[in-house]
T-cell receptor, first 113, second 113 residues
Framework: QQQVKQSPQSLIVQKGGISIINCAYE??????FPWYQQFPGKGPALLIA?????SEKKEGRFTISFNKSAKQFSLHIMDSQPGDSATYFC????????????FGKGTMLLVSP | EAGVTQFPSHSVIEKGQTVTLRCDPI?????LYWYRRVMGKEIKFLLH????????ESGMPNNRFLAERTGGTYSTLKVQPAELEDSGVYFC???????????FGQGTRLTVV
């Protein structure tokens, strides 16, 4: 049973465009929703995270939108750049992030110059 | 400050052989996690150490996998005997007791042939 479903599997966006990656979860006990960015040959690195008491969090060009009633959250990358090309994983955790992470399958993003 | 370090980066072994993966967490991090990503699938939790104690090993696939954390410092994950389905990228992550963010190593790509 996959507890966090992520889409799309891959995404190609032109430089300057908006990249949108969506995730849905099932377990209502999740209360911490991070996004990880992974470059080839590197481990996943925390990009941005949100807790369910807010509907949106923005850090620079990266924004998480969170819909608690729909049990969905998404990552928006504004003004996408070639350097953003990477694999993005959404994840969910309980106990405010102090529990283990449940990941989505990942989205390979390619930003074309 | 050194990040999470994993050895080796790659390992190719034959079915039935034994392989030992090593993880050196960030100094002072009590929490150490092992995760695995099989190609095309999500990153899945294997187990969690708090210092030298196994806090949660519910994700370990079977008794061919043995994890240890000597003196609460580095950790090893041994697969014996290895099977074809054990192929994947094994990630180690660590976090401190006072913060939820987990820092990941670069992973060990294990290929069983």
């Amino acid at each position: 049973q996959q507890q966090v479903k992520q889409s799309p599997q891959s995404l190609i966006v032109q430089k300057g465009g908006i990249s949108i990656i969506n995730c849905a979860y099932e377990n209502t006990a999740f209360d911490y929703f991070p996004w990880y960015q992974q470059f080839p040959g590197k481990g996943p690195a925390l990009l941005i995270a949100i807790r369910p008491d807010v509907s949106e969090k923005k850090e620079g060009r990266f924004t998480i939108s969170f819909n608690k009633s729909a049990k969905q959250f998404s990552l928006h990358i504004m003004d996408s750049q070639p350097g953003d090309s990477a694999t993005y994983f959404c994840a969910a955790s309980m106990n405010s992030g102090y529990s283990t992470l449940t990941f989505g399958k990942g989205t390979m993003l390619l930003v074309s110059p | 400050e050194a990040g999470v370090t994993q050895f080796p980066s790659h390992s190719v072994i034959e079915k039935g052989q034994t392989v030992t993966l090593r993880c050196d967490p960030i100094s002072g991090h009590d929490n150490l996690y092992w995760y695995r990503r099989v190609m095309g699938k999500e990153i899945k939790f294997l187990l969690h150490f708090v210092k030298e104690s196994k806090q949660d090993e519910s994700g370990m696939p079977n008794n061919r996998f043995l994890a240890e954390r000597t003196g609460g410092t580095y950790s090893t994950l041994k697969v014996q005997p290895a099977e074809l389905e054990d192929s994947g990228v094994y990630f180690c992550a660590s976090s401190s007791q006072g913060a939820g963010e987990a820092f990941f190593g670069q992973g060990t790509r294990l290929t069983v042939v």
